[in-house]
């Protein structure tokens, strides 16, 4: 009899053990629903128009995490995929940090030419956990590690779609790392009837997969990959941009994989997301990982009851089809372009095409504005005068041709001579100038062939062209690359003070995946400089040299909203473009986040508010989203610290629009502006107020 209940107790025991512990107390009602039984874990959370989504989670060591996800519309269920688990892998490679280079926000880095890990990160299952953030509901389960990292796996859905996210969230205490990875879904058994992707020509490619297909990366358009069966589709896709490590080249990088083996690591057959190690061949940057980050790891599914082209449909609709969506009283600019048309054909002696396929991708990415950044290497932008002004010649005439009454095509350069750093500059209309003067050369030439040309010496004549032409100037890449260090260098310089220099240009230079936002190395240069007392602007910059329909343009791609009701024709000038940038009435997204209007106590963006002696004022925006929203944060600034209010947006779901009003006490304050970010790092933020 003891022997028998010996025997009962140890088995009990071991049941206790193997029934791992899962912690509800952070559920809250919020629409979703979670049991748990045993060793599984289910939730079902409204999926908007789909239904409603259900997961079964196993907890078991031995069986697939993902036990079945299931979509349920009018009483009848259906399985779309069963017994996958998520895979991850990380390399792990030496950042090289200076302040020379920009600390972490270097960008010139090579990490792949130096010695690197590849890993698989190892998933133990021995914990669980429920919790709700809004319209959220997020499972935290077990262990994860690699050599240097640990952390744990979040699943998070979002009520309202049929959209859930998985990551692995990981932290590592030594410094200096730089890390990439891959993820995706794998299983043991046959899954998917077809393997599917939009190929770089958008047509919907299909493949047949058996267990033991080789792992095959694929080039696709979108970012996507399709398991698909005959109950369903599941879609597996990254976030659109912060994803992607900032290069210079948008290239397609073959960004997504299916099959078996992947790597050598992963022996099952899995779909999945990935990263060229040695991306564009140039500089590397990968993504920071500085100590006790917790970085995530992460990325989307999309489950549908239908087959993968209507998956697919779904996943475009967060990225506008990968576009920036039109906005009434709005154009859309984007700027920094070193295409090299000019250099690379007109002037080579090669056939002009009457339709450039780089005008063609710019105008299908919804873009209404663009501004070149020629002769970036090529070209004689100091001279001798007769190749210099030929060069010009060529690209206003160019400009000229390939703009129409929706598209215009603006000439611009970045000059990079006489301030110090990178820095663009951009007129109003064709100016011809070189940059450089000999003593006996004056300041302005008459020409038969061009008129006027100006011969510009240094920092003084160039601050007088651009006051002359009522040009602007802004530093590209501000705080890294050529331009590390500066502006800050010459922020006591007359020019840097003057009207006519505009500010600094924003892209997502750094990469870390530990931020719940996109590079902010400019947005606090902005705080920086409004803080300074200067009232200077940020707008957006791509860049990038290729511009072909093959590449990944829209991952590397931000946009400025100009308020413009229309655009200027090119042969009247383009002085309206510069005002709009010159008084800040614009704002910058990534595409997701729009921002239709935006006041504080009726002053927008650019313009000076009275506060009352409270200081009490209310920040009204309309905003309209693809992804559920994560949050807004109203920063401002009294001449010395920077003050940060952030408001929790997790009750949005995907594909709002919404007008918001939430006071601020700005008493003290000099200046107010505000940042809106989702779920996947897009964003947009709004210009200065002026207090």
Known sequence: MKK??????????????????????????????????????????????????????????????????????????TEVAANLDPVFILRTGKRTLSPSSGGWDVFFDKVPTRPYTTELVQFDKRSAGVSSEGTRTVIRIGELKTALFRGSLEITLYNGSPLFNIAAVVSTTKDSTAILYDAGLVSKKGNWKNISWADVKDEMQYAAPAQQTPSTDLEVKYRTIIGENENGSLALFPAPHQYFYPLDEAFNLKFTWYGNNYLDLVPDFGIGIRQDPIGDKRYVPWFNAPPGTMQRLNYFCLISAGKAAGALDEVKKFTNNDSYAPLPGYKTMASHFHNEFISSVVLAGKPVPEKPEFVDVLKKAGLDIVKLAEFHGPGHPKGPDTPRLKELHALFEQTRRLSDTGFLLL???????????????????????????????????ETAEYGKVYHVGDKHEMLKLLELEKGLAWVAHARTKASTGYPDKYRHEDFFKSDTYMGAAWKAIPADLSWQTLSKRVLHLMDDMANWGLKKHVIAEADIFTITHQNEMYAHLNVNYLQMDKLPDYDDGWQPVLDAIRNGKFFVSTGEVLIPSFNINGKGAGETLKLPASGKATVTMQLSWTFPLGFAEIISGDGDRVYRQRINLSQTQAFGKQTFRWPVNLAGRKWVRVEVWDIAANGAFTQMIWL
């Not at 789909?50 to 009483?75: C, E, H, K, V, Y």
């Not at 109003?428 to 300041?443: G, L, T």
């Open 4 to 77: 028998l209940a010996f025997l009962l107790l140890l088995a009990c025991g071991h049941s206790l053990k193997a029934q791992n512990p899962v912690d509800l107390s952070g559920f809250k009602k919020n629409g979703a629903t979670v049991t748990v039984n045993k060793q599984l874990i289910t939730v079902n959370w409204p999926a908007g128009a789909s239904g409603t989504g259900r997961m079964i989670l196993n907890l078991d060591g031995a069986q697939p995490l993902f036990s079945s996800i299931r979509l349920t519309r009018a009483n009848a269920s």
């Open 411 to 445: 000439p611009g350069e970045e000059a990079n001579n006489f301030y110090g750093g990178h820095w663009l500059a951009f007129f109003p209309k064709p100016v011809y100038w070189v940059m450089s003067r000999k003593a006996d050369v004056p300041f302005i030439t």
